[in-house]
Nanobody, 125 residues
Framework: QLHLVESGGGLVQPGGSLTVSCAAP????????IAWFRQAPGKEREGVSC????????DYVPSVKGRFTVSRDNAKKTVILQMNSLKPEDTARYYC??????????????????WGQGTQITVSS
């Protein structure tokens, strides 16, 4: 059983930056595709970004493309989501999820088996 742990959430002002990390203590994430999802109150969970464990490439939902960057730190065994130019509409609980490895990752929730508990990100002045 893969136990995912997110870290790095918090409160940030609009236009600011924040980095969140996903780790699986005792495991390496390089055998999985990793995705980041978010869910705001009253809204459905949506995919934000994903990272292919095989091709080591990322993908993004249009609303965050150019602002968010996903990467993997092999030394720290984490997948990182760097978020810049944050907007109030980015406020949500962010979850990382792990699924089967592919050449190209996807952001459909059903493709991910393991989920973290999430970390809250609030963008507000």
């Amino acid at each position: 059983q893969l136990h995912l742990v997110e870290s790095g959430g918090g409160l940030v002002q609009p236009g600011g930056s924040l980095t969140v990390s996903c780790a699986a203590p005792g495991f390496s994430l390089d055998a999985f595709d990793i995705a980041w999802f978010r869910q705001a109150p009253g809204k459905e969970r949506e995919g934000v970004s994903c990272f292919s464990g095989r091709s080591e490439t990322g993908d993004y939902v249009p609303s965050v493309k150019g602002r968010f960057t996903v990467s993997r730190d092999n030394a720290k065994k984490t997948v990182i989501l760097q978020m810049n130019s944050l907007k109030p509409e980015d406020t949500a609980r962010y979850y990382c999820a792990a699924g089967a490895i592919h050449n190209q990752c996807a952001m459909e929730t059903y493709k991910y088996v393991y989920w973290g508990q999430g970390t809250q990100i609030t963008v507000s002045s």
